[in-house]
Nanobody
C-alpha cells in the first residue's frame, strides 16, 4: 500500500504563490501516477494536475499556465507549484496515487485559501 501526506497549504493574497508537497511512503516503487485534486465547499472534488512515474504531466484547463506539477523520486515527493493564485482556487487540495494494477490512495488534504 501507499500512504500520502500533503503539506504546504495556507492563506495567500490573490496573485500570490504557494507550493504544495505530497510525500509518499510504503510501496512507492509501485506508483504509476500521482494527481492533485481539489474540493471547494459545496462543490465536487475536481482533478487539477497529474504526473506519471515517467514524468509526463497534464493539467486542468483552469490551472494551465499557472500551476506546475513536478516530482522528486529520490524523496518520493510530488510538488504542486501554484502561481498567480485566484480566489476561486480556494479549496482543500488532495493528492492521489495510482499504484500497482488497481491501487489508489488519498492523502488527508491541505487547505488553500486565496483572499481577494
Amino acid at each position: 500500500q501507499v500512504q500520502l501526506v500533503e503539506s504546504g497549504g495556507g492563506l495567500v493574497q490573490a496573485g500570490g504563490s504557494l507550493r504544495l508537497s505530497c510525500a509518499a511512503s510504503g510501496s512507492t516503487s509501485t506508483i504509476v501516477r500521482i494527481g492533485w485534486y481539489r474540493q471547494a465547499p459545496g462543490n465536487e472534488r475536481e482533478w487539477v494536475a497529474g504526473i506519471t512515474y515517467g514524468g509526463s504531466t497534464d493539467y486542468a484547463d483552469s490551472v494551465k499556465g499557472r500551476f506546475t506539477i513536478s516530482r522528486d523520486n529520490a524523496k518520493n515527493t510530488v510538488y504542486l507549484q501554484m502561481d498567480s493564485l485566484k480566489p476561486e482556487d480556494t479549496a482543500i487540495y488532495y493528492c492521489n496515487a495510482h499504484y500497482g494494477s488497481i491501487g489508489r490512495s488519498w492523502g488527508q488534504g491541505t487547505q488553500v485559501t486565496v483572499s481577494s
